[in-house]
């Protein structure tokens, strides 16, 4: 059974870094055939696609939102995937979860959640 557990939220005033983790277990990270994936949905927001990475060969997509303020990437040995989040702004505050699946054709078809970190940037 796939267990994912974020870690690394927090409260940071505009400007600032954090950095998130997802512990995963009775999953692979190095399988070509994977894919993981954090997620947000912020206070009254849809829940959104934030960052990607195709575990295989470690291609990643990234919000346009975030894109040069966030990094996204995997620890193999420690079968841990984390976010790198810089700049931070209010609007980055929400509830962020790691998620994890299998290559559709257009993205990452999600298909297990872990139980999310939250994430408040103040200004």
Known sequence: Q?????????????????????AASGYTFSNR????????????KEREDVATIYTGGGRTYYADSVKGRFTISQDNAKN????????????????YYCAAGKPGVWACDIEHWGQGTQVTVSS
Do not use: A, H, I
């Open 2 to 22: 796939v267990q994912l557990v974020e870690s690394g939220g927090g409260s940071v005033q505009t400007g600032g870094s954090l950095r998130l983790s997802c």
């Open 33 to 44: 055939d994977n894919c993981m994936g954090w997620f947000r949905q912020g206070p009254g």
């Open 80 to 95: 841990t995937l984390y976010l790198e989040m810089s700049s931070l702004k209010p609007e980055d505050t929400g509830l």
